[in-house]
């Protein structure tokens, strides 16, 4: 009988319609249904499922105004027309001759997927102590105010704006919050041209290798130092020069470049701060040696720190920095939403490479957003988050240093948002990771983040925004017990 090929595992977490109605398309288009034959009765389906049937009549109803079902009065509910032969394709005539299948390996003219990147497992949420980085605590979210922001976007009494195509256009309410309430915190001055909305600072960087990096390009980096800018800016093969990081930041070399990218504010992954002494002489050199500061300031809104020194575009006299953030990492990550602050030529430019990839990033998303920032909700969230977080580093500080004392913690990298550790020599922290994991704690092994031809397998990485608060002095008891039994 049809109405035993029905069956709903239903999720506490979503309504009951829902569940059903999804049930009952998915159903439609798999074409269990036969044309010309009744579906189960309201009392029926109900009955199966352990519902009420106000919640299937309800899903019924729905269904037939939506022109998947029709009604007929005393004999129940049809299919539409439209759906007799869902799930009913034909198979495709057998071809007259029959060729091999295209050797893809041979026609790729690039595989990202073979460059060296941070790996993260996929279930890191199902693990007893996460410190990773880059993940919130989801019970943080400021889902009421969200929702707000959602209901304000969808309430019906206005022009739904979001609803158009903008083709290679921002949302203006969202470019002049960011003018006017995110860059002044970071001592920046921008006129509206200067700023395109980015899917994420990443997107943003990848924009740039587009238009500013060839083979013949020199780009200094940071080593250690962020992978995923060092793979994007590789698209574009250009010459990377590392550089090293100390307690003060990126330390200049004797090879000059074309492009400087930095990450001043905490450095990825060290978390060092940049001091004001190596600001300034990279701004000088920059000036001296015709040469562009590319500033990842990824943390502007995440940064806890008391009294951050301004972003390095904030000194920037020549218009020589071009400045990328992100307006998701502190709220959620997942929203991909970020922003590039650069001379307008250099963002026409972007607009116009940003429209042929993706034209822009979702307008609803960008009034939402827009809407949150202009009645208050995110930096309401941010003092909050900011609060959490500083009580966050100091009991993951606190528990290093009782539990792993033999466990370095890199110098000026004070309430950096994950901590860079060195471990003793002898200690393979790919080892370590992988034995932790065992054990339910997650940590990052360092190595990925060099660019040595031998990169040092003694550092490793830990974050404290994930895993909840209960747990983090109880997982590096547990990581001492991992690394006790490596020495």
């Known amino acids: 009988m049809i109405r035993h090929l029905l069956n709903v595992n239903f999720d506490g977490q979503r309504g009951l319609q829902e569940q059903v109605r999804e049930c009952l398309i998915n159903a439609i288009l798999s074409g269990i249904f036969p044309a010309d034959t009744a579906l189960p009765s309201c009392r029926q389906l109900a009955s199966q499922l352990n519902v009420s049937r106000n919640t299937t ?3 019924f109803e729905g269904l037939v105004n939506e ?5 007929r009065p005393r004999s129940g509910y049809y299919l539409h027309p439209d759906y007799y032969r869902c799930g009913q394709n034909p198979t495709p005539p057998a071809p007259e001759c029959e060729s091999a299948a295209p050797l893809w390996g041979n026609r790729l003219k690039i595989t990202p997927s073979q460059q060296e990147s941070i790996l993260k497992p996929a279930g890191w949420m199902h693990y007893r102590y996460p410190f990773i980085y880059g993940q919130p605590y989801t019970q943080q979210f400021p889902l009421a105010s969200w929702r707000a922001a959602a ?8 022009d739904p704006a979001w609803v158009i195509d903008h083709i290679d256009q921002d949302v203006p309410m969202l470019i002049e919050q960011i003018r006017t309430r995110v860059l002044p915190k970071r001592g920046i001055v921008a006129a509206p041209d200067e700023i395109l909305i980015t899917l994420g600072s990443q997107n943003a960087l990848y924009l740039l290798t587009r238009l500013l990096m060839s083979p ?4 200094a980096v940071e080593n250690p130092g ?12 250009p010459h990377i020069v590392p550089h090293d990081v100390d307690s003060e930041g990126l330390v200049l070399n004797e090879t000059p470049c074309d492009y400087y990218y930095v990450t001043p ?3 990825v992954p060290t978390g060092v701060t940049m001091s004001k002494a190596r600001r300034t002489q990279l701004l000088d050199y920059a000036a001296r040696h015709d040469a562009v500061v590319i500033e990842d ?7 806890f720190m008391q009294n951050p020194l301004p972003a390095l575009k904030a000194s920037d006299r020549s218009g020589r920095v071009i400045y990328v953030s992100s307006l998701s990492k502190a709220l959620s990550p997942g929203l991909r939403l970020g922003y590039m602050v650069a001379a307008p030529e250099i963002i026409d430019e972007a607009r116009a490479l940003r429209r042929l990839v993706y034209r822009h990033p979702p307008t609803n998303i960008q009034y939402q957003m827009a809407h949150f920032l202009a009645q208050g909700h995110y930096e309401t969230h941010l003092r909050r988050y900011h609060e959490d977080s500083a009580r966050r580093w100091d009991c993951l500080h606190n528990a290093l240093h009782t539990f792993l004392p033999e466990c370095q913690l890199m110098q000026g990298s004070e309430h950096a948002n994950a901590f860079w550790l060195r471990t003793p020599e002898q200690i393979n922290t790919q080892q370590l990771t992988w034995r932790a994991a065992h054990a339910g704690v997650l940590i990052e092994p360092g190595a990925r983040h ?10 490793f990485r830990m974050g404290f925004h994930a895993i909840n608060p209960d747990a983090i002095a109880p997982g590096v008891e547990v990581l001492r017990g991992q690394l006790a039994q490596l020495c």
């Open 67 to 71: 022109g998947y079902l029709v009604s």
């Open 151 to 158: 209901n304000w976007l969808h309430g019906g009494v206005r």
């Open 297 to 303: 300031d990824y943390d502007s809104e995440s940064n």
């Open 265 to 267: 504010g905490h450095q």
């Open 226 to 237: 962020f992978r995923e800018a060092i793979n994007t800016f590789l698209l574009s093969e």
């Open 57 to 59: 009549a309800l899903v």
């Open 216 to 219: 013949t390009t020199r780009v």
């Open 450 to 459: 060099f660019l040595d031809a031998a990169p040092p397998d003694n550092f």
